[in-house]
């Protein structure tokens, strides 16, 4: 597997992400999940503010994060994703919450499309606790 960054891309303020960005990311984190990054797309796309970014080591793991992403962002703000796709293999499940994208891999499959390279551009934002302090 290709390393990956972590480290915050991050200029003089946080770039806007919603909350319910941080909940997905700790929530994954909670389910051990891997190198999870968000990154902040307002002003590359447009469209939405933010993809969070994790990753799991098997497809169990994969739908486990999954299900406890979407609880506790439910629990925050009582809504669920629009949409969701690639539940079928779990190699890369997406969910779409409109303002924001989940991207939820396996390793492999993570490592092959490189969202962190292909969208290098983004400012990473910080979520745990130990970025934020």
Not at 115 to 124: D, Q
Request: glycine share 8%; with cysteine; hydrophobic share 45%.
């Amino acid at each position: 597997m290709t390393s990956l960054s972590t480290s915050p891309v991050v200029g003089h303020e946080d770039p806007f992400v919603p909350e319910a960005c941080k909940v997905a990311a700790r929530a994954a984190d909670a389910k051990l999940g891997e190198n999870t990054t968000i990154l902040a797309m307002g002003d590359l796309l447009g469209l939405i503010d933010a993809f969070v970014i994790t990753s799991g080591q098997n497809t169990r793991q994969v739908k486990t994060m999954v299900d406890e992403v979407e609880r506790q962002v439910r629990q925050l703000n009582g809504s669920g994703p629009l949409r969701i796709e690639g539940l079928d293999d779990s190699r890369w499940v997406l969910m779409d919450y409109g303002d924001f994208v989940v991207h939820v891999f396996l390793d492999d499959a993570r490592a092959f499309y490189d969202l962190e390279h292909l969208w290098a551009g983004a400012p990473r934002v910080p979520w745990s606790i130990a970025e934020v302090s």
